[in-house]
């Protein structure tokens, strides 16, 4: 995310494809001021194989974005296949053949002072090239920080609102500033909730444990993917439960899942090592599942991906459709 970006790329807004260097908001608009504002982020990957991009589990991530939006009451009329639509003919735009990431993000655009939200709601979706989000080869350091997740009752950690992303920005600047590859965060209650940007997963004596859905943690879809690969292809029983921050220290193997992230090994937390400090077995092959999958690999998981070069999207949104869908 921190490369140049080409301000020629093609993005969707105000219902149209236009150059990003168009894409402009005025400086009194809610969401800039309030961060009442709803974002999602989807990958495509690239297979040379196939001379083909990836969308991964689209569909879901923009359920997941329609719903989050409704916790903000900001209404994102189109579809969800009908914003599937709309990627895949961005990014055929932009003519990708590298892996890709999708930022959707809705908000409240009115003009004006004044915290409370009125109905006027706009919606981009800008797709750039992406590389590795986090450098990781050799296993990540992170460290558990000292600012606390948010809870639910304060601003829904689930909800990809952007004004909550200020806890991230805080754990993960000060993680960086102090020589940490990433933060985890711990919950009010002291108990393990997630990465700045991702969610997180410990092994110990064979079982894959994560925090449940209910610990302020983001229901991450590569969670999810994890989860089903690790179940159905190695066998592995996977926990939902609380995880203490000692546990961290005792684990036999950690790891980190996001869109952006991808599947990262963490291999020391707070200056301790993770087991012997290297990436751990039952990580390596998740990580490798994860990819091959994403890259349409595995016939099994093909159904998570939506082909942008040989997409059959159930509607494709005419030229009039695209543009009431903007408002
Ligand atoms: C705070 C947080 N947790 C977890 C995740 C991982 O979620 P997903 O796998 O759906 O990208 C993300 C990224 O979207 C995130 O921002």
Redesign the pocket.
């Known amino acids: 995310m921190k490369a140049e970006v080409d301000p020629n790329v093609v993005v969707y807004f105000g219902g149209q494809y236009v150059p990003l260097h168009e894409a402009k908001v005025g400086i009194l608009t809610h969401a800039l001021h309030y961060g009442t504002g709803v974002f999602e ?1 989807i990958r495509a990957y690239w297979d040379d194989d196939s001379q083909d991009l990836y969308l991964m589990r689209p569909v879901e ?1 923009f359920e997941r974005w329609k719903q989050n939006c409704g916790i903000l009451r900001i209404d994102v009329s189109a579809t969800a296949q009908e914003l599937c639509a709309i990627t895949v003919e961005l990014i055929r735009r932009n003519n990708f053949r590298t892996n890709v990431y999708v930022r959707p993000l809705a908000y409240k655009c009115a003009e004006r002072v004044g915290v409370s939200p009125d109905d006027q709601d706009a919606f981009a979706i800008i797709a750039l090239p992406f590389g590795d989000y986090l450098h990781a080869e050799k296993g990540l350091h992170a460290g558990v920080s000292a600012w606390r997740r948010l809870e639910d009752n304060a601003i829904p ?1 689930r909800a ?1 609102i952007c004004g909550a992303y200020v806890n ?1 920005a805080l754990a993960s600047d000060d993680a960086k500033r102090s020589g940490f590859d990433e933060a985890i965060l711990l919950d009010e209650s002291g108990h393990v909730a ?6 997180l997963f410990m092994v110990r004596k064979g079982v894959l444990i994560t925090p449940p859905a209910h610990a302020n ?2 229901e ?4 999810d993917c994890v989860m089903q690969l690790a179940q159905r292809e190695l066998g592995v029983r996977v926990e939902e439960r609380m995880i203490d921050r000692s546990e961290l220290y005792v684990c036999d193997e950690l790891f980190l ?4 992230v991808g599947v990262e090994a963490v291999v020391r937390v707070d200056h301790r090592p993770v087991k012997d400090g290297e990436i751990g077995r039952m990580t390596q092959t998740l990580r490798q599942l994860y990819f091959e999958a994403a890259r349409g690999h595995l016939a099994a998981y093909r159904k998570w991906l939506m082909p942008v070069e040989h997409a059959q999207t159930e509607s494709e949104p005419g030229q009039e459709r695209v543009a009431a869908l903007a408002s």
Not at 194 to 199: A, D, F, L, P, V
């Open positions: 982020g991530h950690p990809k991230s997630e990465g700045s940007t991702c969610n943690v983001l991450g879809i590569t969670r899942t996001g869109t952006a």
